[in-house]
């Protein structure tokens, strides 16, 4: 699992109009080829009257999995741009496809080019982009005449307290980011006079908009 990446924030469009030429620019977060061609596929039956659904992605850790796809349009102008902006971004795990209403003016290779550029780029202005960070919930169980120091301290740190259970003992589950677990464990320890007893539990990502 990386320990960061940026991707999409949602599923969404966007539209643009380039010499009476609609661009409506599709994208979603896909983590796996399958979602990639199941949601490239259900755009192309959504707008089957359309001149063009040109797509691309970008798929896995180490972006492994690239593909683009003109759809009709001159080889290079179409597919390759979107999937550029995409690798410009830094963008995993992520899926565009760029439906073209044909307006009646030709645009040419170049032309083209920076239309389906654009068209994914402003695109994700409006859908948005966001970081993910790996991060695990920690759980700190305590006595509970430890709760309300350890709450309180949380609270005005830097963490993010996820919740507290109550059972026999008090269970006060925090996000850390991996980086930081170590540092988490160490102060933890500092502030319960060591009696903390600390474990990781499941890994999850946290996520922050990039503006």
């Known amino acids: 699992m990386l320990p960061s990446y940026n991707t999409v924030k949602k599923t969404g469009q966007a539209e643009m109009i380039v010499q009476?030429?609609?661009?409506?620019a599709h994208f979603m977060r896909t983590e796996t080829e399958e979602e990639a061609i199941a949601f490239i596929a259900a755009i192309k039956k959504e707008h089957g009257s359309a001149n063009h659904n040109c797509s691309a992605y970008l798929i896995g850790e180490n972006s492994l999995i690239q593909k683009a796809n003109d759809d009709g349009e001159p080889s290079g102008t179409a597919g390759v741009p979107m999937l550029e902006v995409l690798k410009k971004k830094d963008l995993k795990d992520t899926t565009v496809v760029v439906t073209r209403y044909f307006g009646g003016v030709k645009l040419g290779a170049g032309g083209l080019i920076r239309a389906y550029g654009s068209s994914v780029?402003?695109?994700?202005?409006?859908?948005?982009?966001?970081?993910?960070?790996?991060?695990?919930?920690?759980?700190?169980?305590?006595?509970y005449t430890w709760l309300g120091k350890l709450e309180n301290e949380i609270r005005q740190s830097g963490y993010l307290l996820k919740e507290i259970v109550y059972l026999e003992k008090v269970v006060?589950?925090?996000?850390?980011?991996?980086?930081?677990?170590?540092?988490?464990?160490?102060?933890?320890?500092?502030?319960?006079?060591?009696?903390?007893?600390?474990?990781?539990?499941?890994?999850?990502?946290?996520?922050?908009?990039?503006?």
């Open 172 to 211: 006060v589950r925090t996000y850390v980011e991996e980086a930081f677990i170590d540092s988490f464990y160490s102060w933890i320890t500092e502030v319960t006079n060591g009696q903390a007893e600390l474990n990781n539990t499941e890994a999850v990502y946290l996520e922050t908009d990039v503006v």
């Open 121 to 143: 780029s402003e695109g994700l202005k409006q859908v948005g982009i966001v970081n993910r960070k790996l991060s695990y919930i920690v759980e700190a169980t305590v006595d």
């Open 20 to 24: 009476k030429s609609r661009f409506i």
